[in-house]
């Protein structure tokens, strides 16, 4: 079975700040890994996600991941925050060639990006 | 636009009563899904169609009834709630029913239980 662990319920920075939030896996066979963003009062949207190949994957609103097989770990990173970054983020992980029951969620980052 | 659409968007109900939640994907997608969000606690997967059929029940409740009447609308029939059924209800949906793809969220259903 897998598991995920987000380092930090709420993360703040800056405008123009480097954005990481910080995603570790559990996983018996490699993972496919997945970073979603839900804004206020909407449902979650996926952000990038890494199945196979390069291990740096770019996603939508500049944000990008690198699975680290070696670390165990899927962080999110952007290198400058905006305003409307404002948002929670959850990684999630699946075994490979599973169904969609075999999707596990992490219990969100909340991101605040200030002035 | 996410292309999936819920109603109603905030729902207020009491222990006794019998509401329906509304789902429907413009995507073409073969599989939905229904999930339950609770404040500090992981996603949770409630139930899965795929091409109309119920592939997964995550051990819910029978208090909860998901119907598919096609591949297009999903409803969640909801009857004698508990407060602790108090949460914001995502709808989803996807190509097919495989973790690789993405999933497509509606907006929820914020309930509440009195």
């Known amino acids: 079975a897998q598991s995920v662990t987000q380092l930090g319920s709420h993360v703040s920075v800056s405008e123009g700040a480097l954005v990481l939030l910080r995603c570790n896996y559990s996983?018996?066979?490699?993972?496919?890994l997945f970073w979603y963003v839900q804004y206020p009062n909407q449902g979650l949207q996926l952000l990038l996600k890494?199945?196979?190949?390069?291990?740096l994957v770019k996603g939508i609103n500049g944000f990008e991941a690198e699975f680290k097989k070696s670390e165990t770990s899927f962080h999110l990173t952007k290198p400058s925050a905006h305003m409307s970054d404002a948002a929670e983020y959850f990684c999630?992980?699946?075994?490979?060639?599973?169904?969609?029951?075999?999707?596990?969620f992490g219990t969100g980052t909340r991101l605040q990006v200030t002035l | 636009e996410t292309g999936v659409t819920q109603t109603p968007r905030h729902l207020v109900m009491g222990m006794t009563n019998k509401k329906s939640l509304k789902c429907e994907q413009h995507?073409?997608?073969?599989?939905m899904y229904w999930y339950k969000q609770s404040a500090k606690k992981p996603l949770e997967l409630m139930f899965v169609?795929?091409?109309?059929?119920?592939?997964e029940n995550n051990s819910v409740p029978s208090r909860f009834s998901p119907e598919c009447p096609n591949s297009s609308h999903l409803f969640l029939h909801l009857h004698t709630l508990q407060p602790e059924d108090s949460a914001l209800y995502l709808c989803?949906?996807?190509?097919?029913?495989?973790?690789?793809?993405?999933?497509?969220f509606g907006p929820g259903t914020r309930l509440l239980v009195l």
């Open positions: 996983s018996s066979v490699p993972p496919y």
């Open positions: 890494y199945t196979t190949g390069a291990t």
């Open positions: 999630a992980v699946s075994d490979r060639g599973g169904t969609a029951s075999k999707l596990t």
């Open positions: 989803a949906s996807s190509p097919r029913d495989y973790t690789k793809e993405t999933q497509y």
């Open positions: 169609y795929n091409f109309k059929e119920q592939t």
């Open positions: 995507l073409g997608h073969n599989a």
